[in-house]
């Protein structure tokens, strides 16, 4: 496997305090969720999977704990996965359609590689949960721009499959932890156009001292 990161440097070494670099800027500028309709093999690789995995937990993480986890899906697991979501949409749902519960099964064999990133804090710990939960969301984009700097196409999706408490069961959750996302990871079969993006207008103020 050809490496697309340069290893982190030992613990201690003096890091740079910035990294001024165009092609980052225009990534962060343009970057692009690609459908979940539109994401094909090839995915990445175990290897690859490994290092983006790798550079994905490079995120704020107030005192080193690690709030998180990952679940990986690839080849067959994704159909186990998908005949179990299945069964339990249909167990769960009396009215459901027949095709509501193919849906479910097909959820995962939307990209060749999908993983589930989990939320995993120490309620314990005096750090606040809440702080711990952030850093779970900031892996889930870091592991998009770590893929779309390799060349793959992603989605961070949640859907019903994020909030199902069977679903919890199934993945082996802890009580105190949820899923962030599921990240899906593969090659794009048809560009993603731009879409509206946030008004500024109002979004910014400027604190000043009350008067």
């Known amino acids: 496997m050809t ?8 613990i201690g070494t003096p890091m740079l305090a910035t990294r001024p670099s165009a092609d ?27 290092e983006l995995l790798q550079i994905a ?14 679940i990986v899906f690839e080849g067959d697991a994704r159909v186990a996965f998908g005949k179990a979501l299945a069964h339990i949409h249909d167990a769960n749902t ?50 998009l721009l770590a893929a779309n700097a390799s060349g793959w196409a992603g989605a961070w999706l949640t859907e019903w499959i994020a909030f199902d408490a069977d679903v919890a069961t199934l993945l082996g959750l802890a009580d105190t932890e949820r899923v962030a996302g599921f990240i899906y990871l593969g090659t794009a079969t ?7 993006r946030a ?5 910014v103020t400027r604190w000043s001292a009350p008067a």
């Not at 990534?27 to 539109?38: E, G, I, M, P, Y």
Request: hydrophobic share 40%; charged share 25%; proline share 14%.
């Open 94 to 143: 009396p009215d459901a359609e027949s095709r509501d519960v193919l849906e479910a099964a097909g959820l995962l064999l939307r990209a060749p590689v999908v993983v589930a990133v989990i939320s995993s804090p120490d309620a314990t710990h005096k750090t606040p949960v809440w702080e711990q939960e952030l850093s779970a969301g900031a892996v889930c984009y870091n592991l």
């Open 24 to 50: 980052a800027r225009a990534l962060l500028a343009l970057r692009r969720s690609a459908s979940k309709h539109h994401i094909a093999a090839p995915g990445p690789s175990p290897g690859d999977l490994d």
């Open 3 to 10: 490496k697309r990161f340069p290893p982190a440097p030992p």
């Open 190 to 196: 048809l560009p993603s156009p731009e879409r509206a």
């Open 57 to 70: 937990a490079r995120v704020p993480d107030h005192r080193r704990l690690s709030p998180w986890r990952f």
């Open 199 to 203: 008004d500024m207008t109002g979004k």
